[in-house]
């Protein structure tokens, strides 16, 4: 695992590097990189780090990471899709409903435009994050010790990492953790990390796009309109958006045990 975390860093380093290069070339000066570059940086760093170790290195077929070609199919990406969306989105829909969360209408902007640039940025977070938390690691610890302790191994360091997000307390921590869990067992149950990533992708992009509210503690673009938490901080998440309270926790515990009662004799696949 040291070798992969050295080309990780090698690799933000030397893409850092270039974007900075190309950027004073064309004389426009260092761009603001820590919303959308950052992100795509990031998760190119992520992927060439984990194609060495799995294609160069150990010479594994793409299967083992859940990376192959059939692991991509539309089926699984929207199956995954869905999964993200509607947990966050239900949970959303219920505080809504009991006027736990309130839409309220905001200095007008470009919608389009605030939507473009959160999917810019959220995409490759999500996939980047996925890469690294539930990718080559993921199959590391699955080989050496199982599905569960690759699971439990890598939803807690999910958690404990987003502990230095804006906002964050012991509730947000956990909940994260228990988000690790929900994705971690979409990917076991689809054998794909595709899905596991439009998951994450899909969820935080139901509150940046749609809600307009804070996506684990960092501010979305809110034009026309924004999500205001009117409930109690552990129900609602308070500042840290609604994934960090009791509702969201709810879905993802309901999504987990249907998947796990659904999939659980394929948990273990071997690759």
Same mark, same amino acid.
């Given at each position: 695992?040291?070798?992969?975390?050295?080309? &990780?860093?090698?690799?933000?380093?030397?893409?850092?590097?270039?974007?900075?290069?190309?950027?004073? /070339?064309?004389?426009?000066?260092?761009?603001?990189?820590?919303?959308? %570059?950052?992100?795509? $940086?990031?998760?190119? *760093?992520?992927?060439?780090?984990?194609?060495?170790?799995?294609?160069?290195?150990?010479?594994?077929?793409? @299967?083992?990471?859940?990376?192959? @070609?059939?692991?991509?199919?539309?089926?699984?990406?929207?199956?995954?899709?869905?999964?993200?969306?509607?947990?966050?989105?239900?949970?959303?829909?219920?505080?809504? !409903? +009991?006027?736990?969360?309130?839409?309220? =209408?905001?200095?007008?902007?470009?919608?389009? /435009?605030?939507?473009?640039?959160?999917?810019?940025?959220?995409?490759? *977070?999500?996939?980047?994050?996925?890469?690294?938390? =539930?990718?080559?690691?993921?199959? &590391?610890?699955?080989?050496?010790?199982?599905?569960? /302790?690759?699971?439990?191994? /890598?939803?807690? %360091?999910?958690?404990?990492?987003?502990?230095?997000?804006? !906002?964050?307390?012991?509730?947000?921590?956990?909940?994260? &953790?228990?988000? !690790? +869990? +929900?994705?971690?067992?979409?990917?076991? *149950?689809?054998?794909?990390? #595709?899905?596991?990533?439009?998951?994450?992708?899909?969820?935080?992009?139901?509150?940046?796009?749609?809600?307009?509210?804070? %996506?684990?503690?960092?501010?979305?673009?809110?034009?026309? #309109? @924004?999500?205001?938490?009117?409930?109690?901080?552990?129900?609602?998440?308070?500042?840290?958006?609604?994934?960090? !309270? $009791?509702?969201?926790?709810?879905?993802?515990? %309901?999504?987990?045990?249907?998947? #796990?009662?659904? *999939?659980? @004799?394929?948990?273990?696949?071997?690759?």
């Amino acid at each position: 695992m040291g070798l992969f975390a050295a080309f &990780i860093l090698l690799f933000s380093v030397i893409f850092e590097g270039l974007q900075f290069a190309a950027e004073k /070339t064309q004389g426009v000066g260092r761009l603001d990189v820590g919303g959308v %570059v950052v992100p795509w $940086l990031l998760v190119v *760093s992520v992927a060439t780090a984990t194609w060495l170790m799995v294609r160069i290195v150990e010479r594994l077929p793409w @299967r083992v990471v859940a990376l192959d @070609r059939a692991a991509a199919s539309p089926r699984l990406l929207l199956k995954g899709a869905a999964f993200g969306a509607l947990t966050i989105g239900l949970a959303s829909i219920a505080l809504l !409903g +009991f006027h736990q969360l309130q839409i309220v =209408r905001n200095v007008g902007g470009g919608w389009w /435009t605030a939507a473009g640039q959160s999917t810019a940025s959220l995409l490759p *977070s999500a996939f980047a994050e996925e890469l690294l938390f =539930r990718g080559y690691i993921f199959f &590391i610890l699955r080989r050496a010790a199982g599905w569960k /302790t690759a699971l439990i191994v /890598t939803s807690v %360091v999910f958690g404990l990492v987003h502990a230095w997000n804006p !906002g964050a307390d012991a509730e947000s921590v956990l909940a994260v &953790i228990v988000a !690790g +869990f +929900f994705l971690g067992i979409i990917l076991l *149950s689809t054998r794909s990390l #595709y899905a596991a990533g439009a998951a994450h992708f899909l969820w935080n992009w139901v509150m940046a796009v749609l809600l307009h509210i804070q %996506v684990s503690g960092l501010t979305s673009p809110a034009p026309d #309109y @924004r999500t205001v938490e009117t409930g109690p901080d552990w129900l609602t998440g308070g500042p840290w958006g609604p994934e960090g !309270g $009791l509702a969201a926790v709810v879905a993802m515990f %309901v999504g987990i045990f249907y998947l #796990y009662a659904r *999939s659980s @004799r394929g948990m273990d696949w071997k690759a």
